[in-house]
Nanobody, 119 residues
């Protein structure tokens, strides 16, 4: 059993940065970040393997967001720079993909943290 708790969301102006954290309990392998804007489907943002060597990003965030993890602290991070209004949404961390890691088909999910970017 894995539980995930996100933190770090908030309201920021466009161009600024935020860092999200996801504290995990239990054993985890691949971890991912997803986001969901109001009225839209949940979409993939980034994923990272257990060692942190392999990362994967959505084209929309490549070059602006960085996913990382600290296995000693059992914590996942998402550093978000140059934020844009289109990045607004609820951000979820997820563990244990059951199929393609870009699909929202993970076994465990956090409760989400709201990120709002004003123009």
């Amino acid at each position: 059993q894995v539980t995930l708790v996100e933190s770090g969301g908030g309201l920021v102006q466009a161009g600024n940065s935020l860092r999200l954290s996801c504290a995990a309990s239990g054993r985890t392998s691949t971890l991912g970040w997803f986001r969901q804007a109001s009225g839209k489907e949940r979409e993939f943002v980034a994923a990272i393997n257990w060692s942190g060597v392999i990362t994967n990003y959505a084209d929309s965030v490549k070059g602006r967001f960085t996913i990382s993890r600290d296995n000693a602290k059992n914590t996942l991070y998402l550093q978000m720079n140059s934020l844009q209004p289109g990045d607004t949404g609820v951000y979820y961390c997820a563990a244990q993909p059951r199929s393609d890691l870009r699909l929202a088909d993970y076994k465990y999910w956090g409760q989400g943290t709201q990120v709002t970017v004003s123009s």
